[in-house]
């Protein structure tokens, strides 16, 4: 049996396509035997940059999950918190979702910590990894992002 934990969107957070397909991976991953947990995010998008009315669901919580909301895109010392934790749970996989640029410094430097402990692997689940939109102000930070793949 390993521990796994999925890093990635999750419940309270609306149930989009990433939110529900870690809800379901991480439901399978524990039907096969595994323990397995989401660390998602306790702020996701600054109100400014999310073009919806609201991020969190009306929903009920699944059942079965542990969810815990950990991780802040836009603060750093939370990124050092939230990976440092990471790195002494010594989870044997972790499981990151990602799908924006914006999320990459967070997810990023998350990752370099848990990289310290020399034991867990790393998977990336990488969705629009060529961006829907065409934003002009965008294309800096993909070529960027593009470059560093």
Known sequence: ?????????GYPLRGGGLTTFNHRLCKEFQAMGHNCEIWSFSLQYP????????QFSEEPAP???NIQSKINSINPLNWFKTGNQLRKEKPDVVVVRYWLPFM??????ILRFVKKNK???VICIADNVIPHEKKT????????LHQSL
Do not use: N
């Open 119 to 121: 034991h867990t692997k």
């Open 137 to 144: 102000w965008r294309q800096p930070v993909y070529k960027i």
């Open 1 to 9: 049996m390993s521990k796994i934990i999925i890093l990635g969107p």
């Open 104 to 109: 990459g410094p967070a997810l990023g430097t």
């Open 47 to 54: 109100s400014i940059l999310f073009p919806g009315k609201t």
């Open 63 to 65: 059942e079965g999950i």
